[in-house]
Each structure stands twice: as structure tokens, then as C-alpha cells.
């Protein structure tokens, strides 16, 4: 390929030519405003330098609600592509473009960052910590996150995006079939991400086991850190196989090596085994802190402590372990043999035992509780239901025999998104209005929540059980068009109408952003749900240190017993606290993995090499440098609190 072909546009349409014009148009607005403003300096002390937990909480947040819009355009003209036969929206390239930038956007780049928003901003609130183990870490995981998603995203417009589906199997995605550089945006932009995503459970880890308050035992942590701990634990055993299987398909297709062709030694099934291997359990690591969501609202709302503890506890780790056990599921007719898909199907079966303790946990929670309905608690209760459907068809995918008709086809599709929807995206929804006022100082709109809430919930199965219904008659999932004789016509265009009320339901969500920060009180208690856990004892909005004393915890619901049993949360005097300082490090590495991920991209050597010593020398300035953070006075602690205080 010529070098200048590389970067060419690779669908010269209005549309292309009208998102670069918005990207151009939105850069410039952007770099306007702040110099308007003169908010640069600012922009640097307070964001691109913080290592706060809770500031990069709320970036992660901002991150996944833009990737939230970018992957649902690209499913709605999949959708729309599919609504009637023979359509001509979408050519059959733009369409495998389209699918596999849907995919992972909305899995890498959506809802992992959304699980890591909560995850940063609640966990060391709940156990009682200052920051995380590592601060300066965790702003540097951020940012290789952002700074993927951002390489990722600039592919539809410089040289083409992936078009091997969002699982990239190989040879598809090997250069005799994918030969403009979209895949190797694909490998190098998910590597960089990936990397960020390992620092955090190793960052998360070491921060719940290690700074957790005082009479803070491990059976004593809220839910959701348990949820994170397992999580976190889930990453570093799974990451490293997706970075070391990245850089494997970053050498087949750049250097001519041969691990996944099929000649010269090469095993083509090698790269679908190392991908579910990963895979598979990226699934819980997906589905897990959403429970641990689903339980601290649930227990809050029902007004009665969490139904099972132990189990619940029992089942994550069960479930955490058995997510290893189960990659071969997603391949039972790719030629295995009897046996190997026999041991699968049942381990498969197996993974459903410890989800349904929960479900069950949930509704005995729910027995003879005083149930209070609110948007958090509407979108947990509306998750039971719609998540069993999804359940019980993944059931019917893990029998090895009927998956010979139901693999490939719209009912597969229908499944993962009856199960990821309502088990990842309703938590994150639930988290996200029931962490809202701790975050941002006022409470979202309850009327516009609920009714959001609705219209999410009776859209999703609009969407996505006609797919079961298509997908038995027989419609592949990836099929751009069909002939009208097919009869899959009504039930893609029903399932176009489900996918513009899931439209219309999050732009409801932002309209109600943009309606509460203009007229919603600001005058809200620093426990406006009357909830049970840690988080919910300190001020909001939440000092820089979180606590001005530390807290001593006798139970897993220690701000519920404070309130109605009396313990003492906060014995003994404020002390100076000592915290870690901002630094630009992080924000600079990131920037020139940028550059070192775009230059792997197109094979532009020599910015290669420079951008790699920069790499290096970053992390030698670190190694060398001598920083001890600061510490804040006993005075500047009760000045702050009196402000909290008084506000």
C-alpha cells in the first residue's frame, strides 16, 4: 500500500467529510472557551494534573458518556441499515466498520470506563482511605485509558477503522483480508488501554487490602468493594493474556510473523483460544461491580441490610473463578470434538448457579422491606427481569448440541445484549444517579429519572427479542442486508424502533443532567438517600482528604449503625494529614504513548523510536524523583470543616 494511501479518508462520503468538519469545529470551540475564559492554568492544576481519586472518578465518568454517544450512533445506523430489506444506507465495508467500532467502543471503551468511575470515586470512600495505594498511578492508568479510546476513535476518519469484528478473529483480521491500517488501530490502541486497565487492579488490590479503616475486616467491606476486590483480582489474571495476545497480532500483521495463519506453522484458532480466555472473564469483570451496585442500592431502598452477605461474598469468588473455565462456549462448532464441549457446556451450566444465589439474595432483600421507589431502585428492580430473560437464553447457548443452531445468528446478539444491557448498563445508570449528589454536590431530577428509567427498560426488550425470534429463523448476525423473502423484515424493524427509544431514553438522561445542574438545589444533606455504608459519612461535595478523622467500623454497614445503634465513627482529634501532590508526569507519558501508538499504527519508524526514549525517560524522571507529598494543618482541616459545615 502507498505510504499517502494510508492515511486516506476510506469512505469519502457527506457523512465522513461532516464528522471531520465536527471534530475540527469542536477542537477549536474547545481550545476558544478556554482562552476566553483563561481557564488553561486551571484546566492544568485542577484536571490534567490531579491525582484525587474522586476528579478522576468524574473523568472516567465524562469519558464513558461520550463513548456511551459515540457507540450508540454507530447502532443506530446498524439498526436503521437493517430496518428494511435490501437497504443502501450502508455499504457492506462501512457496515463491517461499523459493527466492529460498536463493539469496542461499548465493551473497552464505555463500560469499562463507567465501572471504573464508581469504582475510583466510591471504593476508598467505603473503606475509610485517604487516596488509593498508588495516586500517581491511578492518574496515569486514566490517562493511557483516554489516550487509547482517543487513537481508537480517530481511525473512521485517518486511514480507516477495524473491520474484523470486535472479536478481531484472525486470519479476518490478518492482513490478506484486512489490509488498510483499521486493525492496527484495533491492536495498538486497545494494547494502550489495556495496560492502563492492569495498573488499576493492581492499584486496587493493594488499596482494599491494604488501607482499609480500622475494625474494617474483609467481611465487613460494603458490597461494592467486595465486588471491586474480586473485580480487580479478575484483571490481573486475564489483562495480561489480552496484552500479550495484542502484541502477538501487532507482530502477524506488521513484522510477518506466523502464530495465527493457517500456513508456516501458524494456528488461526490460537487467537480465538487467547481471546476468550480473556474474553470470557472481561464479561464479569464487566457484570460484577454492576452487582456490587445492585446490592448497595437494593439493601439502601429496601431499608434492611443485604440479604446472604456470605453468600453473596461465596458466589462473586465462585463465579470469578469459574469465568476462567468456560472460553470454549464461545466456539462449540468451530471443530473441538464431543467430549472437549461436553466439560464446557457444563462448566457453563455451572457459572449460572452462584448468578441465580444472587438474584435470589436480591429478592429476599426485597421480602418485607419498606421499598422506597427511586430512580436508582426503579432501574435494580427493572434489572431482575429484563437480566433473566438474558440469563436463561445463555443457558440454551451452553448446551454444546443446540448451539449448532442458535451460534451466529441475530439470537446470539439478542442474548449478550439482554444480558449486558440490563446487567451492566442499568447499574451504571442506577450508580451513576445514586452517586450523583456525592459527586456533584445536587441530586438529578426523580420525574425525568423514572421516566428515562421506562422508556430504557420497555426499549431494550423492543430492541432485542425480536432478535431471538429472527435469529432462529435463521438471520446471521453481520449480514449488512437480506432479501425481503426472508421474513426478517417486521422484526428488524421493531428492532429499529427499540433502538430509537433507547435513543430517545439517554438523551432524556442528558437533558435531565443539564435540567438539574440549572435548577436543582444545592442545599442536600451529605446523605440525601438515608443510605448504609461509609461513603455517605463525609461532607458533600467531599474534602480533598475524604476524612477529617479516620473512621473506626464495626460492621458492613457502618453509617446505618452509627445512625440507629450510636457508634462512634469518628473517635479522637483532627491530626495533620499528609497527601500525595499533583503531577503533569502521567498527563506528558500519555501523550507521547499518543504519538508512539499512532506511529505504530502507520509504521512511522523514527517517531517510534523517539516517542519510546521519551516513554523511558519519563519513567526514569519518576525513579529519580523525590516527592513527599504535603501535608494539610490541624487549622486548614477545621477551617474546611466549618465551611462544609456551614454549607
Aim: charged share 10%; net charge neutral.
Amino acid at each position: 500500500m502507498d505510504f499517502f494511501d494510508r492515511f486516506a479518508i476510506p469512505h469519502p462520503s457527506p457523512v465522513i467529510y461532516a464528522s471531520m468538519v465536527a471534530i475540527g469545529l469542536t477542537v477549536i470551540a474547545i481550545i476558544a472557551g478556554l482562552s476566553y475564559f483563561k481557564k488553561w492554568g486551571y484546566l492544568w492544576r485542577e484536571w490534567l494534573t490531579t491525582v484525587d481519586h474522586k476528579r478522576i472518578g468524574i473523568m472516567y465518568l465524562i469519558s464513558a458518556l461520550l463513548m456511551l454517544f459515540r457507540g450508540g450512533v454507530d447502532a443506530i445506523m446498524m439498526r436503521a441499515q437493517l430496518a428494511v430489506p435490501e437497504n443502501k444506507l450502508l455499504d457492506a465495508q462501512h457496515y463491517n466498520e461499523i459493527f466492529t467500532t460498536h463493539g469496542v467502543v461499548m465493551i473497552i471503551f464505555m463500560a469499562m470506563p463507567f465501572i471504573m468511575a464508581l469504582m475510583n470515586f466510591v471504593v476508598p470512600l467505603q473503606i475509610g482511605a485517604r487516596d488509593v495505594a498508588f495516586p500517581r498511578l491511578n492518574a496515569l492508568s486514566f490517562w493511557l485509558f483516554f489516550m487509547g479510546a482517543m487513537l481508537f476513535n480517530i481511525s473512521f476518519v485517518i486511514g480507516g477503522s477495524p473491520d474484523a469484528g470486535w472479536t478481531s478473529y484472525f486470519p479476518l483480521a490478518g492482513t490478506d483480508f484486512s489490509e488498510s491500517v483499521g486493525t492496527n488501530y484495533y491492536m495498538i490502541a486497545i494494547q494502550i488501554a489495556g495496560i492502563g486497565t492492569l495498573m488499576t487492579g493492581i492499584n486496587f488490590i493493594t488499596t482494599i487490602l491494604k488501607m482499609r479503616a480500622p475494625g474494617m475486616k474483609l467481611m465487613k467491606m460494603p458490597m461494592f468493594t467486595w465486588a471491586s476486590l474480586v473485580t480487580n483480582a479478575i484483571i490481573v489474571f486475564a489483562f495480561p493474556v489480552l496484552t500479550v495476545l495484542l502484541a502477538m497480532g501487532t507482530m502477524d500483521r506488521l513484522f510477518g510473523t506466523h502464530f495465527f495463519t493457517t500456513t508456516n506453522g501458524g494456528m488461526d484458532m490460537l487467537w480465538a483460544n487467547f481471546f476468550w480466555v480473556w474474553g470470557h472473564p472481561e464479561v464479569y469483570i464487566l457484570i460484577l461491580p454492576a452487582f456490587g451496585i445492585y446490592s448497595e442500592v437494593i439493601s439502601t431502598f429496601a431499608r434492611r441490610n443485604l440479604y446472604g452477605y456470605k453468600s453473596m461474598v461465596g458466589s462473586m469468588v465462585i463465579i470469578s473463578l469459574l469465568s476462567f473455565l468456560v472460553w470454549t462456549h464461545h466456539f462449540f462448532t468451530m471443530g473441538q470434538g464431543a467430549l472437549t464441549n461436553s466439560i464446557f457446556s457444563i462448566t457453563t451450566m455451572a457459572i449460572a448457579v452462584p448468578t441465580g444465589v444472587k438474584i435470589f439474595n436480591w429478592l429476599f432483600t426485597l421480602w418485607k422491606g419498606k421499598i422506597e421507589i427511586t430512580t436508582p431502585m426503579l432501574y435494580s428492580l427493572l434489572f431482575i427481569p429484563t437480566f433473566t430473560i438474558g440469563g436463561v437464553t445463555g443457558v440454551m447457548l451452553g448446551m454444546s448440541a443446540a448451539d449448532y443452531q442458535y451460534h451466529n445468528t441475530m439470537f446470539l446478539v439478542a442474548h449478550f445484549h439482554m444480558v449486558i444491557i440490563p446487567g451492566v448498563v442499568f447499574a451504571m445508570l442506577a450508580g451513576l444517579t445514586y452517586y450523583w449528589p456525592k459527586m456533584f454536590g445536587f441530586m438529578l431530577n426523580e420525574k425525568i429519572g423514572k421516566l428515562a428509567a421506562w422508556i430504557i427498560s420497555i426499549s431494550t426488550l423492543m430492541a432485542f427479542v425480536p432478535m431471538f425470534f429472527s435469529g432462529l429463523d435463521g438471520q446471521a448476525r453481520r449480514m449488512y442486508t437480506y432479501s425481503a423473502s426472508t421474513g426478517f423484515g417486521p422484526w428488524n424493524m421493531v428492532s429499529f424502533i427499540g433502538a430509537a427509544g433507547l435513543a430517545v431514553g439517554f438523551a432524556l438522561i442528558v437533558y435531565n443532567i443539564y435540567y438539574s445542574t440549572r435548577y436543582a438545589s444545592r442545599d442536600i444533606a451529605a446523605d440525601p438517600w438515608d443510605a448504609r455504608s461509609l461513603e455517605w459519612a463525609t461532607h458533600t461535595p467531599v474534602p480533598s482528604y475524604n476524612f477529617a478523622i479516620v473512621p473506626h467500623v464495626k460492621s458492613s454497614e457502618a453509617l446505618w449503625d452509627a445512625k440507629k445503634h450510636g457508634h462512634e465513627l469518628f473517635p479522637g482529634e483532627y491530626e495533620k494529614i499528609h497527601m500525595p501532590n499533583n503531577s503533569g508526569v502521567p498527563f506528558i507519558m500519555s501523550c507521547i504513548f499518543f504519538v508512539w501508538g499512532f506511529s505504530f499504527v502507520f509504521s512511522l519508524w523514527i517517531p517510534l523510536i523517539l516517542t519510546t526514549i521519551g516513554i523511558f525517560v519519563c519513567m526514569g524522571l519518576r525513579s529519580f524523583e523525590k516527592d513527599h507529598g504535603h501535608y494539610i494543618s490541624v487549622a486548614e482541616i477545621e477551617e474546611t470543616e466549618n465551611n462544609l459545615r456551614g454549607a
